[in-house]
């Protein structure tokens, strides 16, 4: 089985170095707390790109601050 690897959030990290609570990030990009705590709980299976603009708007953050992709090992069968 492939293993593409995973695209992993940093938004609790970004708020904490920025000192700014969920609350505030919630309140100013108009987000619903469930949808600000499926990305912060890297449970979004479907990426919404202007909920991420929000998001780095908000925290005056580039994309890729906020998410990364960490590489998995790719098995051929070998």
Partial sequence: MNDFGQVVFK???????????????????????TQLNSYCNNKVKRLDLITLAKICYVLDCNIEDIMEYQRGEINNGK
């Fill in 11 to 33: 938004i609790d990290q970004v708020l904490e170095e920025k000192n700014i609570s969920k609350n505030k990030l919630e309140k100013e990009a108009n987000l619903q707390r």
